[in-house]
């Protein structure tokens, strides 16, 4: 299972809140999309401060809620295999992705960069075409008992 774990955090978060990012950045250097980067004490360091630890408390917490209760990963090709409706689940539609968002705003505001941010815009939209069409129906199916 920490195998399977690994490589969807590797493949996921790592590259849409790493690997993207920094890519974009070397792309938009130089041009009014590229980094505008904060000075520590700024009110942006401490906006973002809050929105990646409470980001990153978000997805840790998803994470371990799908492997222990849901007995599988984050990654859509390897779903849990129960539904999982504790911890954060419990009380947010979707705690993975909006731990993702609030560390993709922390990125925003540590980078300044409005490349950054149209990323975190195509992501959001993203999802929310993602999530309604292919994640909801197959939610619904498990909830009526006629999954694994």
């Not at 980067?37 to 978000?58: D, E, N, V």
């Not at 689940?89 to 149209?118: D, I, K």
């Not at 815009?121 to 939610?139: A, F, K, M, R, S």
Request: proline share 8%.
């Amino acid at each position: 299972m920490a195998w399977r774990l690994l490589q969807s955090v590797l493949i996921l978060p790592v590259n849409v809140l790493g690997v993207i990012p920094a890519l974009l950045l070397w792309a938009a250097e130089g041009s009014g999309w590229g980094a505008r980067w904060t000075r520590p004490g700024s009110w942006r360091t401490w906006a973002a401060l809050p929105l990646a630890a409470a980001g990153l408390a978000l997805a840790v917490a998803t994470m371990r809620n799908f492997v222990e209760r849901g007995k599988g990963t984050p990654a859509p090709w390897d779903p849990p295999e129960r539904l999982v409706v504790a911890g954060p689940y419990r009380r947010v539609r979707n705690p993975m992705m909006t731990g993702v968002f609030l560390m993709m705003g922390a990125e925003v505001l540590v980078t300044g960069s409005w490349a950054v941010a149209a990323w975190g815009g195509v992501l959001l939209l993203g999802n929310l075409v993602y999530i309604p069409l292919v994640e909801e129906p197959c939610l619904a199916v498990v909830e009526l008992g006629h999954a694994r």
